[in-house]
């Protein structure tokens, strides 16, 4: 399974960006999707988690209350909504599955089974 995060770029403080977490030929709805992040010299932390049983017309929930998890199954997307950027959340963002249908929290990297490359995201004027 090869999960893939994109929409990761530079954005002024304040702004907002939409991150797509895709995994071809492996169907997301089945399963428990997290976002975890990893700035420079620190360690990896979660942000983010939406259980299967949440539609596409529900939320997940986040550690941070700027974003927002959310899926669209028919197009098989999970999506992270980040708004109110600040240079604190520069880092480089992954999606990540344990296989699970439910979010267990807290997020812990080490529970994950699955892990995409990551995409950058830089808050910066």
């Known amino acids: 399974v090869q999960l893939q995060a994109s929409g990761g770029g530079l954005v002024q403080p304040g702004g907002s960006l939409r991150l797509s977490c895709t995994a071809p030929?492996?169907?997301?709805?089945?399963?428990?999707i997290a976002w975890f992040r990893q700035a420079p010299g620190k360690e990896r932390e979660g942000v983010s988690c939406?259980?299967?049983?949440?539609?596409?017309?529900g939320a997940g929930r986040s550690e941070k209350g700027r974003f927002a998890t959310s899926r669209d199954n028919a197009k098989n997307i999970v999506y992270l909504e980040m708004n109110s950027l600040e240079p604190e959340d520069t880092a480089i963002y992954y999606c990540?599955?344990?296989?699970?249908?439910?979010?267990?929290?807290?997020?812990?990297?080490?529970?994950?089974?699955?892990w995409g490359k990551g995409t950058q995201v830089t808050v910066s004027s």
């Open positions: 990540a599955t344990d296989t699970l249908s439910n979010c267990r929290y807290p997020l812990r990297d080490y529970s994950m089974d699955f």
């Open positions: 030929g492996f169907t997301l709805d089945y399963y428990a």
């Open positions: 939406i259980s299967s049983n949440v539609g596409s017309s």
